[in-house]
């Protein structure tokens, strides 16, 4: 899937606007491949998959697109 980086926090985590949905989708630092959470900024088209968490879905090996 592919998306835009919505939000960026100084806690590790961050929100995805998957293209073509409503919804954001969380992501956390360590679901990243390829690329550093410091070289993310908001804006920035990624690549992600989405897995089931127990707060809902969430976003897995983000990279930069």
């Not at 961050?14 to 690329?35: E, N, R, T, Y």
């Not at 690549?47 to 707060?55: A, G, L, P």
């Amino acid at each position: 899937m592919t998306g835009t980086i919505k939000r960026l926090t100084d806690k590790g985590f961050g929100f995805i606007a998957p293209d073509g949905q409503d919804k954001d989708l969380f992501f956390h630092s360590s679901a990243l491949v390829g690329v550093a959470f410091n070289e993310l900024h908001d804006g920035d088209k990624v690549t992600f998959e989405t897995e089931e968490s127990d707060k809902g879905p969430r976003a897995i090996n983000v990279n930069r697109a």
